[in-house]
Nanobody, 124 residues
Framework: QVQLVESGGGLVQAGGSLRLSCAAS????????MGWFRQAPGKEREFVAA????????YYADPVKGRFTISRDNAKNTVYLQMSSLKPEDTAVYYC?????????????????WGQGTQVTVSS
């Protein structure tokens, strides 16, 4: 079992920045690829960003490319999502997820463990 706890969400004005953190516990963190997903009211959960076990390879959804950066610190068992130039359409609950593989996936169904989510609200 892997436990994931997100933090760092909040209310920010359009154009602002936030950094989300996800602390993992329970198993060897470097055995897992990590991802960030988000879910807006009335919408399905969608992929945002993901990173392989080493942190050297990352993937991004088109709407966030160039604005968001995913990173991980295996020594601290933590994955981060730095969000810049935020837009109102980025408003959602953001979830951290762990996949029992060293290579990340863009698919919700391929992640095994999920955090409880953290709310990000971007005002216009």
């Amino acid at each position: 079992q892997v436990q994931l706890v997100e933090s760092g969400g909040g209310l920010v004005q359009a154009g602002g920045s936030l950094r989300l953190s996800c602390a993992a516990s329970g198993r060897t963190f470097s055995n897992y690829a990590m991802g960030w997903f988000r879910q807006a009211p009335g919408k399905e959960r969608e992929f945002v960003a993901a990173v392989n076990w080493s942190g050297r390879t990352s993937y991004y959804a088109d709407p966030v490319k160039g604005r968001f950066t995913i990173s991980r610190d295996n020594a601290k068992n933590t994955v981060y999502l730095q969000m810049s130039s935020l837009k109102p359409e980025d408003t959602a609950v953001y979830y951290c997820a762990a996949r029992s593989a060293i290579v990340a996936s863009l698919r919700v169904s391929e992640y095994d463990y999920w955090g409880q989510g953290t709310q990000v609200t971007v005002s216009s």
